[in-house]
Structure formats: structure tokens, C-alpha cells
T-cell receptor
Framework: DAGVIQSPRHEVTEMGQEVTLRCKPISGHDYLFWYRQTMMRGLELLIYFNNNVPIDDSGMPEDRFSAKMPNASFSTLKIQPSEPRDSAVYFC?????????FGPGTRLTVL | DQQVKQNSPSLSVQEGRISILNCDYTNSMFDYFLWYKKYPAEGPTFLISISSIKDKNEDGRFTVFLNKSAKHLSLHIVPSQPGDSAVYFCAASAGFNKFYFGSGTKLNVKP
């Protein structure tokens, strides 16, 4: 298996633009997680899905953030409009039991 | 408020010596704990875990200790190797696959 796939690996955008991050989980995994890593707060859980259904989105910082999982093999995290403070590395992870497998991350820079 | 804390942002150890990474948590409902290792430009990878019914779990050079009364866990690496240089995250869960991560400790093992 190729593992969790994230795209793009790097994204540079200007404040106010819409940003869409993509994730393909490991086949057969029924949980999908979106995390954000910053120097100050480490790894923060933003939202997670079970069987494509959002279970807990309490970590989503603002209404500017939204996530979808239209099917078992694809999820998106969208930021609209983006702001400089959204600059971070965003990770997607999937799991079937307790061990989560992380993708390589998307480094987002909002100018 | 962070429920899982890693108070040492960095640690430097000589090759061959023991590395001890510490983690504290506040939620007494946490019953499953993990350590992840992260290299630059990669996602975190699972290292070792421990359930709250145990106080120690060992896997090769890696041992995790859990002190439930102190709400403290630690990761021991013996002997430390230069390839162990990475950022280490501890994580805790009270079930339902939702994990809370610490902010990470950057370990540098000097040759």
C-alpha cells in the first residue's frame, strides 16, 4: 500500500484566497483525521471522520475551515478565506484500530 | 487547554547513552497512550504504545513507562543512536479513536 497520500505537499497562497488540501487514506481504514502542526501548539486535531461521517469537528478553529469526505478514499480540508495565521503543516491520518498512519503533510504558507 | 504536555522542547544525548522523553497529561479518563516519531518533511510514524492496565511496555531499544497516579509517561531509548534524532510526540486517548497530542520533543543524538 502507498500509505496516506496528501496533496499538494506545499502550498503558497495569498491572504483571502481559497485553499483546498486533499487526502487519500489507506484502503480499508475507516477513520480519517485532519491535524494541524504549529510550533506553539504542536499537533492539533481539527476534525475526524468515521465511515465518511464527521464525528468530531470541535477542533476546527473557525467557520473559515471546512472538511468533507465524499467517499472512503478521499477527503478535503478547505480554508476560505485563508489568513496568514493559517500557515502551518496540515496532516491527514487514517486508522482502522488505535494506530494512526499519517501522510507526509501539506506545508501551507499564507502571505 | 492542552491535555497532553511535553514540557521539554528539545533534548540532546550522546550516542550510546539513554534518552528519556517525558509527557504529562491531565485527563484521568485517558486509557491508551502512544509515542510517535517524526523526521523532517515526513508525517509522524507510530513507535510504541501502552494501555492503562500496564505500567511498562518494551519493544527492543524502546520502553514506555506509565505512572497513572502521577499522570505521567516516559519513553526510554537505550542505547540511543544518531538515527533516533527526530521529534517525538506523545498522544493519549480516552477511546473513540480521538487522540490528543503533545507539542513534541526534539531529540538530538550526538555521535
Amino acid at each position: 500500500d502507498a500509505g496516506v497520500i496528501q496533496s499538494p505537499r506545499h502550498e503558497v497562497t495569498e491572504m483571502g484566497q481559497e485553499v483546498t488540501l486533499r487526502c487519500k487514506p489507506i484502503s480499508g481504514h475507516d477513520y480519517l483525521f485532519w491535524y494541524r502542526q504549529t510550533m506553539m501548539r504542536g499537533l492539533e486535531l481539527l476534525i475526524y471522520f468515521n465511515n465518511n461521517v464527521p464525528i468530531d469537528d470541535s477542533g476546527m478553529p473557525e467557520d473559515r475551515f471546512s472538511a468533507k469526505m465524499p467517499n472512503a478514499s478521499f477527503s478535503t480540508l478547505k480554508i476560505q478565506p485563508s489568513e496568514p495565521r493559517d500557515s502551518a503543516v496540515y496532516f491527514c491520518a487514517s486508522s482502522i484500530y488505535n494506530e494512526q498512519f499519517f501522510g507526509p503533510g501539506t506545508r501551507l504558507t499564507v502571505l | 487547554d492542552q491535555q497532553v504536555k511535553q514540557n521539554s522542547p528539545s533534548l540532546s544525548v550522546q550516542e550510546g547513552r539513554i534518552s528519556i522523553l517525558n509527557c504529562d497529561y491531565t485527563n484521568s479518563m485517558f486509557d491508551y497512550f502512544l509515542w510517535y516519531k517524526k523526521y523532517p518533511a515526513e508525517g509522524p510514524t507510530f513507535l510504541i504504545s501502552i494501555s492503562s492496565i500496564k505500567d511498562k511496555n518494551e519493544d527492543g531499544r524502546f520502553t514506555v513507562f506509565l505512572n497513572k497516579s502521577a499522570k505521567h509517561l516516559s519513553l526510554h531509548i537505550v542505547p540511543s543512536q544518531p538515527g533516533d534524532s527526530a521529534v517525538y510526540f506523545c498522544a493519549a486517548s480516552a477511546g473513540f479513536n480521538k487522540f490528543y497530542f503533545g507539542s513534541g520533543t526534539k531529540l538530538n543524538v550526538k555521535p
